[in-house]
């Protein structure tokens, strides 16, 4: 059997790569972090009790920040691949709390490749690895941004990304170690965070309509992205490791549009006219703007033949229909008095 280590199992990335490893008959181990609320709602229903003898999923307390404790659970869990997924992962907070996402996103990688490395030099086992990197390394570079196309980051997060690209490139090539990089471009789903401006649209949208929201605030609506579905890109993930090879790919639709199109869109879908709706407020800019992003994907679609299955409208009308869905539990629960719990959704 197969067994695979996923830190960051808890977002929305993690949550699909572990369906997915777990439909193809994998034991998955999860790297969460100790909170005192419960932080697993993403994989609440693929998780069983360990107590009962047939569950594939277990998880692990944890952090990039403890590398001793890394090392403890490579050396316990004896992975054949790690995916590393793990990151302070919002653009705008990481200019408010840039020495902590540094500390995640970059010397996080370093962490838990020397935990890997260590684990193989005493055992002799093959663990592969991945790294996930963003397109926002790419930062003010013009499109379409390819494996070949320089990096200009333009935020810590960012910065912290490529640097633990160039690590992971440098472990594979210092160390002969199976260490690959996927630079994956925007991509959604309905388990999106409620903070990143696709699902901040969607959510708004969908509360607007029921009346649950009367406005909706955003920053630079022309700034373009290139969206694809996370369920699409996680599988990009899984047919790195399994190749002949390590190697860096870019992970895109080849499309891209703007915020203002993406909200147009979503309220649309409900018979509404963002224009009505919508304003913007400046605390929502960032200290450095990257404008456009759209990438060139041939590299992954040629050598490993992947191809991005969800459309960009579909991708929209999903988001738009879980968000309403919930929209509407909310209402349910809030003209049923339960004012408390509307309020805590709605901030």
Partial sequence: MKKALILGITGQDGSYLAELL???????HGIIRKSSTFNTLRINHIYQDPLDGNSKLFLHYGDLSDSSNLKKLVERIKPGEVYNLGAQSHVKVSFDEPEYTVDIDALGVLRILEAIRDFQDKTGQEVRFYQAGSSEMFGSTAPPQSEITSFHPRSPYACAKVY??????????????????????????ERRGETFVTRKITRAAARIKLGL????????????????????????????????????????????????????Q????LNLDYKDFVEINPRYFRPAEVDFLQGDSRKIQKTLNWTPTVSFDELVQRMVDNDLELAEQEKTLKEAGFECYAQIVSD
């Fill in 22 to 28: 777990l439909s193809k008959g994998y034991e998955v």
């Fill in 266 to 269: 979503a309220f649309a879908r």
């Fill in 164 to 189: 633990g690209f160039h690590q992971t490139i440098n472990y594979r090539e210092s160390y002969g170690m199976f260490a690959a990089n996927g630079i994956l471009f925007n991509h959604e789903s």
């Fill in 213 to 264: 929201q009367s406005k909706l605030y955003l920053g630079n609506l022309d700034a373009k992205r290139d969206w694809g579905h996370s369920e699409d890109y996680v599988k990009a993930m899984w047919m790195m490791l399994q190749a002949d090879k390590p190697d860096d790919f870019v992970v895109a639709t080849g499309e891209a549009y703007s915020v203002r199109e993406f909200a147009e």
